[in-house]
């Protein structure tokens, strides 16, 4: 077909075996938290270039807690 493929299928596909075999998957991530950690850096920067009318870079954003 003329459809692009974006990966749904086999996403899902993913997900589906994930759920159904959860002793073979005990140790796996369904997603890897350095995904996770990259796709929520992209937000912060996203959200900071809004808040400041600026381009703003994902390696200015940083995920360490400002707390001591």
């Known amino acids: ?8 299928t ?3 596909r993913r997900l589906t075996h994930w759920l159904s075999n959860p002793k073979e998957h005990l140790n796996e991530a369904l997603i890897p938290f ?3 950690v990259n796709t929520t850096q ?3 920067a996203a959200l900071r270039s809004g808040r400041e009318n600026r381009w703003v ?4 954003v940083s995920l ?4 001591s």
């Open 57 to 60: 870079s994902v390696n200015e």
């Open 64 to 67: 360490k807690s400002t707390d």
């Open 42 to 44: 992209t937000l912060l």
């Open 10 to 12: 086999e996403q899902f």
């Open 1 to 8: 077909t003329g459809r692009q493929d974006k990966g749904h």
């Open 34 to 36: 350095a995904d996770c």
